[in-house]
């Protein structure tokens, strides 16, 4: 398994606390992303990382911030939790453009 | 807006049967096309991908078509196996960020 650790892997949260997800990488890649994974979307794009503090916004990026400090982790997190926000989220990595994408083995969380 | 459309939804196949998944794509930047095999408690996994240049490629069980013009794709499993039973995703990239737009998924059932 490529080495992607994601933590934690299950959380659950009240409506309106801040809650952050650690995605940490030891394979020294460029590229980290962030999807979520409900039922009927498949996986969809967060936001995603470039570089140490390189990041962008994905297709459902409302409400989430991310930041990269250091080329092996990457944060996401929901500054206010809200029920929507509840689902699976993995973190991916990519060494290069073209190259195969490694998924970790996801956080399911749960805002009550 | 939905760019990779993915059917079925899921899929029931009798063991040694043929399991074909399908999806269409809207964006002609999309250059990278790759199916993912994801089984409970995991992340997706690269199962097999194909670059617009080529109409098939095929590794072991898993075939892909590619059909530029109709901007569709597909996954054949040959010879499917209980194994195999997984949600499958498609998924597309543009050269840009390498950034993977899935599919719906299609949850693949494969009865001995």
Not at chain 1, 26 to 43: A, C, I, K, S, V
Not at chain 1, 67 to 73: F, V
Request: proline share 5%.
């Amino acid at each position: 398994d490529a080495g992607i650790t994601q933590s934690p892997r299950h959380k659950v949260t009240e409506t309106g606390t801040p809650v952050t997800l650690r995605c940490h990488q030891t394979e020294n890649h460029r590229y980290m992303y962030w999807y979520r994974q409900d039922p009927g979307h498949g996986l969809r794009l967060i936001h995603y990382s470039y570089g140490v503090k390189d990041t962008d916004k994905g297709e459902v990026s409302d409400g989430y911030s991310v930041s990269r400090s250091k080329t092996e982790d990457f944060l996401l997190t929901l500054e206010s939790a809200t029920s929507s926000q509840t689902s699976v989220y993995f973190c991916a990595i990519r060494g290069g453009i073209g190259t195969e994408a490694f998924f970790g083995q996801g956080t399911r969380l749960t805002v009550v | 807006q939905q760019q990779v459309k993915q059917s079925p939804q899921s899929l029931i196949v009798q063991k040694g049967g043929i399991s074909i998944i399908n999806c269409a794509y809207e964006n002609t930047a999309f250059d990278y096309f790759p199916w993912y095999q994801q089984v409970p408690g995991k992340g997706p996994a690269l199962l097999i991908a194909i670059r617009p240049d080529v109409s098939e490629k095929k590794e072991g069980r898993f075939t892909i078509s590619f059909n530029k013009s109709a901007k569709q794709f597909s996954l054949h499993i040959m010879d499917s196996q209980p194994g195999d039973s997984a949600t499958y995703f498609c998924a597309a990239s543009k050269p840009s960020y390498g950034k993977l737009t899935f599919g719906q998924g299609t949850i693949l059932t494969v009865h001995p």
